[in-house]
């Protein structure tokens, strides 16, 4: 149990919990987007909507309850930022590569 | 595991289950009732002797109904078997505008020995609806596009998210070494956060899946604006069911009787039991009717059943999307999912599981406020002399209280209250002031008599208001003449049987808490025996409380 004690993970509450709350949405929003263009049956399945709208909670609280394990708040905004960031980009661009207008 | 990480989340647990506690106690113990809504509904309507009719009279009931109330053809619903909590073969809102929870103007109509029209205006009892919405809402009024207290509990589900898996780091250092012990020794404490965890852990899939179910429940429309905006944008989010074809008009007469419909039904769907027809705007273009019913095998959309929609005049199946067992793969999943939060799987059995599912979640709650404040506990040292308790420790046990009991009671009472003041007042203005009153009063009784005395009264008096219910049941078997009603139906008596059984344990529950409360350690918020004076620590029989 010796860690040194910079990696002792800082509480940072306010800078996570929101990090947890906007960009883990924002993530889980792109994640459940990509998934409803790429996942089974692509973005024109009947009745699929619903399960990606029903997914989103899961992603979303999973992203969340483990921003806490980022050594800083800051981290957590860095890292949890460009991957939001780079999700939406793919999402953003998925239409163009399947060739849907 | 670092101890770091654990502390982290150990501050996360605490907080967030204390703020989402007391509202997800009351939900969960209104929750397990509405289980069994539909007997409750049963239960809280008084008897009624309604003229039945039979299959080949539905048509002639229908178009008689339109042709004399055309506040019928905004749609109504055609019953196919009586019950108690039946008004009527054919029901409808006169008034269907002022809210979309309940009906504000329900009328019934049937026919007579001589096949004639019969109308009247009914009060359908609002008790098992208002155990739906204390289940829904925690109590918290309010109503906008949703009740607001369903956003309330959307917000208060992300909290139980978190505190859910914060609970579970906490837990996995020690969940092997301590897997489902149980340790009831000298150390009250102990014995809670060992009954807290077990019951915890073997419940933890029913909890992240409630949690989970409930913030859809509360921000469906939010996720699909998401989803619309980011991903599907121009894309329809749901297919309309293409316009009618017909070659008919739309008028009464070429209505095709339900029992053929019914047939047409049999045909795709054997195993499905329909049980009522909702006819939605039967003499318009879009006229459509869902007709709702059970098949044990399979998973059902609804709390208790399965629909699907037809085309009231060329009898055409027109969804078969929540019709049980006929499902694409996507719906499916979608159905699987409400039915784990409803329970509609497995019929009885499964219902009384999630009953006791319920039940151990309203503990978890309760007994992780009992912990909070136990923590916090200033301990009396070895011949030292009287300690203070917090006075944050002491408002909050007394809250936990207060409002855990209050609710148990406030519905206990209410329920009794709807059938002694039957036809004094509006019936739900009579369930809502029953409740309200008794659980703001306990709230209010608690803080001002302490947690101890608060816990030991107020656990007693939940019990007390709990044997009103089966009191009330046998008076009114007993005493003709009086306003209170006893349905006699196996189901309706075992809800007054299951009151008799939760009022007994309460009061043996009270009866212990006193024990502790009485003759317990001194150095507690909920010692309330005699002051202690002298610098002798007071030896202690351990007493599981």
Request: glycine share 0%.
């Given at each position: 149990m010796a860690k040194s004690k910079t990696a002792v993970i800082q509480p940072d509450w306010i800078s996570k919990t929101l990090a947890g709350a906007l960009l883990g949405l924002g993530l889980a929003v792109a994640i459940s987007g990509l998934f409803a263009w790429w996942g089974a049956g692509g973005i024109d399945t009947p009745n699929k909507v619903q399960f990606n709208m029903w997914v989103i909670p899961l992603y979303w609280m999973t992203i969340w309850s483990l921003v806490y394990l980022f050594r800083t708040g800051l981290r957590a905004w860095l890292v949890l930022g460009a991957a939001t960031a780079a999700a939406h980009i793919a999402l953003f661009v998925t239409p163009q590569i399947l060739g849907a207008a | 595991m670092r101890a770091d990480i654990i502390k982290t989340y150990k501050t996360l647990h605490t907080w967030t289950g204390l703020i989402a506690g007391m509202a997800l106690f009351i939900c969960f113990f209104a929750g397990a009732m509405t289980m069994f809504k539909g007997t409750l509904d049963r239960w809280a309507t008084p008897p009624q002797s309604v003229e039945w009719v039979d299959d080949s009279q539905w048509l002639t009931l229908m178009q008689q109904t339109l042709a004399t109330h055309p506040e019928a053809e905004n749609g109504f619903v055609l019953n196919l078997r009586p019950a108690e909590n039946v008004a009527a073969p054919l029901v409808w809102d006169a008034n269907p505008e002022r809210s979309h929870h309940d009906p504000q103007e329900p009328w019934g109509a049937t026919l007579n020995k001589d096949g004639e029209l019969v109308t009247y205006r009914y009060a359908a009892s609002p008790m098992a609806q208002l155990v739906d919405m204390l289940h829904q809402t925690a109590g918290i009024p309010g109503e906008g596009h949703h009740l607001f207290g369903v956003y309330v509990m959307g917000v208060i589900s992300v909290l139980y998210a978190l505190a859910i898996v914060s609970g579970l780091v906490v837990l996995l250092p020690t969940l092997l070494k301590d897997f489902l012990i149980v340790r009831r020794g000298k150390n009250l404490k102990r014995f809670w956060l060992d009954a807290h965890n077990v019951v915890g852990i073997t419940s933890l899939p029913f909890h992240i899946m409630i949690a989970l179910t409930v913030i859809v429940f509360a921000f469906h429309d939010q996720l699909y604006a998401a989803l619309a905006g980011t991903?599907?944008?121009?894309?329809?989010?749901f297919e309309r069911h293409a316009p009618h074809e017909r070659?008919?008009?739309?008028?009464a007469d070429n209505l095709l009787p339900p029992a053929v419909l019914l047939a047409n039904l049999k045909e795709t769907a054997p195993d499905f039991v329909p049980r009522e027809m909702a006819y939605s705007n039967p003499l318009g273009e879009r006229a459509e009717v869902r007709i709702g019913g059970e098949n044990h095998d399979h998973m059902v959309r609804g709390s208790d059943r399965g629909f699907v929609a037809m085309d009231p005049y060329t009898g055409e199946v027109e969804g078969t999307e929540y019709l049980p067992g006929q499902e694409d793969p996507w719906t499916e999943i979608i159905i699987t999912i409400f039915s784990l939060h409803f329970g509609s799987f497995g019929g009885d059995f499964m219902r009384w599981v999630y009953v006791f599912m319920g039940l151990a979640g309203a503990f978890i709650f309760y007994s992780g406020n009992l912990l909070w404040v136990e923590t916090r506990r200033r301990k009396q040292r070895r011949k030292g002399g009287p300690v203070e308790q917090k006075r944050s420790t002491r408002l909050m046990a007394s809250a936990t209280i207060g409002v855990c009991w209050g609710a148990v009671a406030g519905v206990a009472l209410s329920m009794s209250a709807g059938k002694w003041l039957y036809d004094t007042m509006a019936a739900d203005t009579l369930y809502m002031w029953a409740y309200y009153v008794v659980f703001l009063a306990s709230v209010a009784w608690a803080f001002w008599r302490g947690p101890g005395r608060g816990a030991v009264e107020l656990i007693a008096f939940a019990g007390l208001a709990w044997l009103t219910v089966p009191f009330t049941a046998l008076l009114a078997w007993l005493v003709p003449g009086i306003p209170a009603w006893v349905q006699t139906a196996p189901g309706t008596l075992a809800v007054d049987g299951s009151a008799l059984v939760a009022g007994l344990l309460l009061l043996e529950m009270s009866r212990r808490t006193a024990k502790r409360v009485f003759h317990g350690n001194t150095d507690s918020v909920w010692y309330a025996g005699e002051p202690v004076l002298d610098e002798q620590p007071v030896e202690i029989k351990a007493n599981a409380a």
């Open positions: - | 991903t599907y944008k121009d894309r329809p989010l070659s008919m008009e739309t008028v």
